[in-house]
T-cell receptor, first 109, second 116 residues
Framework: QQPVQSPQAVILREGEDAVINCSSS?????VHWYRQKHGEAPVFLMI?????EQKGHDKISASFNEKKQQSSLYLTASQLSYSGTYFC??????????FGQGTTLQVKP | DAGVIQSPRHEVTEMGQEVTLRCKPI?????LFWYRQTMMRGLELLIY????????DSGMPEDRFSAKMPNASFSTLKIQPSEPRDSAVYFC??????????????FGPGTRLLVL
């Protein structure tokens, strides 16, 4: 089943923070985060493999709560370049990823 | 590395015509994925190959769609006959195929298909 992301859309000013959530009704064994800029392909950001894990990529970090079957992506002091659509992906046992519906982030000057 | 290569990048065709999309995965990658992206339905997985064998085609919408992977460096997605509702961006992605939960997918630039 498709993971659910919230919110669907966020509008920020440069320098503001944002949180994007991803939750699943199925047990999560890992969570993948991708970003897609307008007119481009999705690009891998990071993967979280175990509960309690946190990772960072520039000023973008993520956490994974295995028990709650959810992950959160944190964007700190957002920059214009952060604009795009963020997808979380959860793996199925056949090896494929099921992506959430995406969260559109717009950072304004 | 050249990354995942897709062709054509843009395709405009008329309803009823056959459309063939092509993909060359990253060398050494054993898994290949075809996705379709639309505003209404988001990013949908159509079919997934591992070692050139289709593993999961549950996302293929109907018999008009078919996909092949004759060798490790080439895959095609064919739509015959095409319909206006097939208009979308089609992405191909590849991954190493041997890293379990750590698999990272690398997407190609996509093919923008418009069926008139």
């Amino acid at each position: 089943q498709q993971p659910v992301q919230s919110p669907q859309a966020v509008i920020l000013r440069e320098g503001e923070d944002a949180v994007i959530n991803c939750s699943s009704s199925k047990a999560l064994y890992s969570v993948h985060w991708y970003r897609q800029k307008h007119g481009e392909a999705p690009v891998f950001l990071m993967i979280l493999l175990k509960g309690g894990e946190q990772k960072g990529h520039d000023k973008i970090s993520a956490s994974f709560n295995e028990k709650k079957q959810q992950s959160s992506l944190y964007l700190t002091a957002s920059q214009l370049s952060y604009s795009g659509t963020y997808f979380c992906g959860t793996p199925w046992n056949t090896g494929k990823l099921i992506f959430g519906q995406g969260t559109t982030l717009q950072v304004k000057p | 590395d050249a990354g995942v290569i897709q062709s054509p990048r843009h395709e405009v065709t008329e309803m009823g015509q056959e459309v063939t999309l092509r993909c060359k995965p990253i060398s050494g990658h054993n898994s290949l994925f075809w996705y379709r992206q639309t505003m209404m339905r988001g990013l949908e997985l159509l079919i997934y190959f591992n070692n050139n064998v289709p593993i999961d085609d549950s996302g293929m919408p109907e018999d008009r769609f078919s996909a092949k992977m004759p060798n490790a460096s080439f895959s095609t997605l064919k739509i015959q006959p095409s319909e206006p509702r097939d208009s979308a961006v089609y992405f191909c992605a590849s991954s190493p195929g041997d890293r379990g939960r750590e698999e990272t997918q690398y997407f190609g630039p996509g093919t923008r298909l418009l069926v008139l």
